[in-house]
């Protein structure tokens, strides 16, 4: 056939199904899945899908590109939809053995349509492509194709893996990694939410995996199942390697608080730490005003002690010669309020194996802790057996807030001289249960509440791990960065996801469709724009990635252990 | 060039009719024909096909009689064929000018007199790689387009043995086309079905 042939032009219209791009600028070699026909910035776009592209292939979540005239617009699939161009179908549509009829009527008579929400546009021209993409201000115009997205455009989007950027997980749909951008993700505080078997705790892993590898921050890990330090055991029943199998011990040192449950596991801990009874503060018990169920009159009348006894307040308070009569006629306490603090903390807390009557008797494990942050290695509390939220919740505070002091008064040192002391390191604190130290009223008193509002001036951030983020204070879940969040189910919980997030609705029905396994929706500072993910998994492959001194360490533990029951016997 | 079918004998911008230069022998219905002018080529779909006497308003009477039914008449009657005529109709569906295909009316019919051929498959082909002149079949007035279009459909298939979907892809034109007419939408693919 000739070039002038007058059919040969209408033999490339026939194949418009299949590829027709619009602009001569734009390359789109991804398959069309339709066109864009309405919507707006604001409530999204709608789009008319192909007669070949099939609604089932359409999930929830999946990220496509709509290439504009003049701006390639990335999108999320926010809802997906049956049509039919005429009532008269729907009321006579063709039975399940008229097959030629249902071929022929679907995608046109009854046709699907794709809600798309515009997360980031990117100008076609070279300038702005390096510009990076920004959040759309505009829409494409009328009849713009929208393609599945391929590599490329995860690329444009979340940029490729290096040092900084980790790769978090792949789309469902596409082997692509999409990375977080570590730096920007430790600057500000973070969530890792799920309900519980959701897999938060590996999430959290690699996430700890990726800090510690690339060293943008140190870590701190209030490790309340003794799960991050040493190998534990995920869901399925497999042991999964700890912190400390994975970086060498210049890196990760594992305290404990219960030496002896770090033992039985014929691990040997880098540290131990007690707690002085000293260094208990009101604030403190504050917070564990409803684990230790106090009213609010015993709180203030262990203030009244405070300022009674200072630092030594409960060590006098709860001394066997006490007198309580006394002491109520001094400060004017109630009476039986400070009966009931008393009874309290001799029940809860001074009876806990790691809190000592004085910080000297504690000795310097907790000193020792912080030095090695200072020098820039990650710690990982583990709690053994203490795994209850009380101890927790006081540990966690105390150490917290000395933490906050140091580094408070390190940048404060720093901005003042301005002569080139440096400041202290970036610090992530990781919390479970977060809820609990960051709910309304407890984080407007404690130091959580603090940091997770204003320490990233101070370069100290918040991992909460929680699956009750509802519990959270919103003020606080505001200021969180990014969020990453496995199912939920609670509607109060996926609401307070979205607390501070524009255009959440759309992402709603996104967390929505998540896998109860695996998958998490990924949002806020460290990424581009919102994105479902498969987590990546926390496998050998993975230990690999991390460097050589992974490679065996089944042997280095091993080895440990043995030298570690020759220098300690059990019965010992 | 194939011999041409049959020569114009009526002509408009929409339609022309040709009567067949042999009695009974007309292009299928549905069926693509062609006028070749020297500056342009008219296309068009046969629609309709009579046969009748050569003179007008002269009916034919009837020839039967015992044993001598059908066939056997013609046979009989030798010069039937010099008396009766074959007369086909084809809607225009659009034109070739300049080499290029036009989906649209001609700025003036087929003159009457020129030879009318049918187009070969390799034409055919050509012909329905666009489905436009769906549009113009369903339009017409006074002609039985659902089932033309249906009987063409058929022929291009036939035609078009490298496209195993072209009823597929004629379908979801005539349901684009028919969006609003549900009914006759499922009159026509229905047609096409019984064709399997």
């Known amino acids: 056939m000739s070039a002038a042939d007058p059919f040969e032009q209408g033999h490339g219209m026939a194949r418009s199904g299949d590829e027709a791009p619009l602009s001569p600028q734009s390359s789109i070699l991804s398959p069309r899945l339709g066109l864009v026909v309405e919507g707006s910035l604001v409530e999204g776009l709608r789009a008319r899908l192909d007669a070949n592209s099939s609604v089932e292939d359409m999930r929830v979540g999946r990220f496509v590109r709509i290439a504009g005239e003049k701006h390639d617009f990335f999108c999320l699939v926010t809802d997906v939809r049956l049509s039919a161009t005429s009532n008269d179908v729907l009321a006579d549509p063709p039975a399940p053995e008229e097959g030629f009829l249902r071929q022929v009527l679907a995608g046109t008579a009854a046709y699907g349509e794709i809600a798309i929400q515009p997360m980031l546009m990117l100008s076609r021209e070279s300038q702005a492509e390096q510009e990076g993409p920004r959040p759309p201000r505009t829409v494409p115009i009328h009849f713009s194709s929208v393609v599945a997205a391929d590599e490329g455009d995860f690329e444009r989007v979340f940029g490729k893996e290096d040092d900084f950027h980790f790769e978090l997980g792949r789309p469902r749909e596409m082997e692509v990694p999409v990375v977080l951008d570590l730096p920007r993700f430790v600057e500000r505080s973070n969530g890792v939410f799920g309900k519980s078997g959701t897999g938060k705790s590996f999430l959290t892993r690699l996430l700890l995996c990726g800090v510690i590898k690339s060293g943008v921050a140190t870590n701190l890990i209030f490790d309340m199942h003794s799960e991050y330090g040493w190998a534990s055991q995920s869901e399925s029943g497999e042991l999964v390697r700890g912190l400390r199998q994975l970086f060498p011990s210049t890196k990760v040192v594992v305290y404990t608080l219960d030496p002896d449950s770090t033992r039985q596991r014929v691990v040997k801990p880098d540290g131990q730490i007690s707690i002085g009874l000293n260094e208990i503060e009101v604030e403190d018990v504050a917070l564990l005003q409803e684990e230790l169920r106090l009213n609010p009159t015993a709180v203030e009348s262990a203030s009244l002690c405070e300022n009674e006894f200072r630092s030594d307040w409960i060590e006098k308070l709860t001394a066997d010669d006490m007198d309580v009569a006394d002491l109520v006629k001094r400060t004017g306490a109630h009476a039986e309020s400070l009966a009931a603090l008393r009874r309290k903390l001799i029940a809860h807390i001074t009876s806990l194996k790691f809190v000592k009557r004085n910080v000297s008797e504690a000795s310097s494990g907790l000193d020792k802790l912080i030095a090695d942050l200072e020098r820039g290695r990650h710690v990982v509390l583990e709690f053994g057996q203490h795994r209850r939220l009380l101890p927790y919740m006081l540990v966690a505070n105390v150490i917290t807030r000395r933490i906050h002091r140091i580094w408070t008064e390190k940048v404060e040192r720093h901005k003042q001289r301005q002569d080139g002391t440096p400041p202290p390191g970036q610090l992530m604190i990781t919390i479970e249960e977060a809820h609990k130290f960051l709910n309304p009223r407890a984080a407007a008193q404690t130091i959580f509440g603090t940091i997770a509002r204003e320490m990233r001036k101070y370069n100290v951030t918040l991992l909460v791990v929680d699956q009750r983020p509802s519990g959270i204070d919103d003020e606080v879940l505001s200021q969180i960065g990014t969020r990453i969040t496995c199912q939920l189910s609670d509607d109060k919980d996926i609401e307070a996801i979205f607390t501070g997030v524009s255009g959440a609705g759309h992402l709603r029905a996104v967390l929505a469709t998540l896998d109860s396994r695996q998958e998490a929706i990924i949002l806020g500072h460290a990424v581009p724009m919102p994105l479902p993910l498969r987590i990546r998994p926390y496998d050998e492959e993975f230990y690999s990635s991390l460097g050589p001194w992974a490679d065996d360490p089944g042997l280095a533990i091993a080895r440990a252990s043995r030298t570690y029951e020759q220098l300690f016997p059990a019965d010992e | ?196």
Not at chain 2, 115 to 120: A, F, T
Request: aromatic letters at 8%; a negative charge; hydrophobic letters at 40%.
């Open chain 2, 1 to 196: 060039m194939s011999e041409p079918i049959g020569e114009i004998v009526e002509t408009a911008v929409a339609e022309f009719t040709a009567q067949a230069y042999q009695f009974g022998q007309s292009p299928p219905f549905g069926s693509f024909v062609k006028v070749e002018l020297p500056d342009w080529t008219a296309y068009g779909l046969v629609y309709a096909i009579r046969s009748g006497g050569v003179e007008p308003g002269l009916r034919p009477v009837v020839r039967g009689r015992d044993g001598v039914r059908d066939a056997a008449i013609y046979a009989e009657n030798p010069d039937l064929e010099q008396v009766l005529r074959t007369e086909f109709t084809a809607l225009t569906i659009g034109f070739q000018e300049d080499a290029e295909l036009r989906t649209f009316l001609p700025p003036q019919p087929p003159p009457l007199h020129w030879s009318v051929h049918v187009c070969s498959d390799d034409e055919v082909v050509r012909l329905s790689e666009q489905l436009e002149y769906f549009r113009t079949v369903l339009a017409a007035a006074q002609i039985p387009a659902d089932a033309l279009l249906a009987a063409n459909i058929r022929l291009a298939r036939l035609a078009r043995a490298g496209e195993p979907d072209f009823t597929l892809r004629a379908g979801r034109e005539l349901a684009t086309l028919l969006k609003r007419d549900y009914a006759r939408l499922n009159g026509i693919l229905r047609g096409l079905r019984t064709g399997d």
